[in-house]
């Protein structure tokens, strides 16, 4: 992939009417105050573009974000206080200078900053899945316990997933080249299952990376409900305004850790299993993980099939909770899942996104 191709892809981010917003906005007088649909559809332009160059600091500071959006240092300022007032923004330290990092998209999407549709939010949740890896800093500390006190496991474990990615890219390529009509080489007979079963999925799910199909599902399956509202209560009780050194709410850990420990519960805390004894473990965790998730749906799904639109989500909620269900449902299969549990993981996927599909036209419908 060329940079130039790569530079198309991210820029699809900001989208013309973000563009659009922003030349509006910087032409309203200072003395003025723009209009709160003008405001909101700003503070999006503003997140997106946080999001686009979140990997780029000196674009992201104040100075940054003026010069990339066009707009006064005073404007841009008075935006990011409000965002990072609403903690849906957050301040980080660079040198000598202040980045700003976009912290609570849920936040951002429930209080009506942003709207996706299905492809943007599957591509921003690669996109921020890698960022976690990177800006999460106390992600790493929190793993190394596994690496120094379970190395045996904790490579076998990595090798396994990285064996079942490699067999993913080829079964994928093999699929490819049947659908062209190019295949030229004789399919190895373990890949022969896999591409049969690949055969129902959809390219954003064949194809995507290793990280996201490891970090979204595991990071959704140990979300604690409420958690952040929690938090939020009890710096308002204690009386705490300032940030706090360490912000433990951002302070997520680090997905693979997670999994290798879970790895070792699974194998009953044996020091050092055989390969067959890691890739049996691994599949087993990978259905448990599937299972966990499909628990945590069913209140919504039970809730569709009754006929109920969800009124307290959004259609972004609804749409990434169908993205987590189908990373979750490849990671699974990929690792030798059963097949009828995946199968019922991606049905619900698809309920899901169907449903929010209803929920857009409705409210369509409703601003016709």
């Not at 503003?46 to 006064?72: Q, W």
């Not at 390219?203 to 595991?218: K, N, S």
Request: aromatic fraction near 8%; include cysteine.
């Amino acid at each position: 992939m060329t940079s130039k191709s790569k530079r198309s892809i991210f820029d699809r981010i900001i989208r013309p009417q973000d563009w659009e917003a922003i030349k509006i906005y910087s032409n309203v007088p200072k003395a003025t105050e723009a209009t709160i649909e003008l405001e909101k559809r700003v503070m999006e332009a503003l997140i997106r573009y946080l999001i686009r160059f979140r990997m780029e600091p000196e674009k992201i500071t104040l100075r940054g974000v003026e010069r990339g959006l066009g707009l006064s240092y005073s404007k841009v300022r008075r935006l990011l206080k409000k965002l990072v007032d609403k903690e849906i923004v957050i301040s980080w330290p660079v040198g000598k200078q202040v980045a700003f990092l976009v912290a609570d998209l849920e936040r951002a999407i429930r209080e009506g900053y942003l709207s996706f549709d299905k492809e943007e939010l599957r591509f921003l949740s690669m996109l921020l899945s890698v960022g976690e890896l990177e800006e999460q800093i106390g992600s790493t500390i929190l793993a190394l316990p596994k690496v120094l006190t379970f190395p045996h496991i904790y490579v076998k474990g990595l090798n396994i997933l990285t064996e079942s990615w490699i067999a993913s890219l080829e079964a994928s390529k093999y699929l490819l080249e049947m659908k062209k009509g190019t295949l030229s080489l004789k399919i190895p007979s373990p890949l022969k299952n896999l591409i049969k079963r690949y055969k129902e999925f959809e390219e954003f799910e064949r194809f995507i990376g290793q990280v996201p199909l490891t970090v979204i599902p595991i990071y959704r399956s140990i979300v604690v409900p409420g958690m952040k509202d929690l938090i939020s209560g009890i710096r308002r009780e204690l009386g705490i305004k300032g940030n706090l050194k360490v912000k433990l709410r951002y302070l997520h850990p680090m997905a693979y850790g997670i999994l290798m420990r879970e790895l070792f519960f699974e194998l009953d805390c044996k020091e050092n299993p055989s390969d067959e004894e890691v890739k049996t473990a691994m599949k087993r965790l990978s259905e448990k993980q599937l299972k966990l998730l499909l628990h945590i749906e069913r209140p919504l799904l039970e809730k569709i099939k009754q006929g109920n639109l969800p009124e307290n989500l959004s259609v972004e909620a609804v749409l990434y909770e169908a993205i987590v269900l189908r990373l979750a449902a490849v990671f699974a299969l990929n690792l030798g899942a059963n097949d009828e549990l995946v199968r019922e993981a991606r049905e619900a996927a698809e309920l899901l996104e169907s449903t929010a599909e209803e929920m857009r036209r409705r409210v369509g419908r409703k601003r016709q």
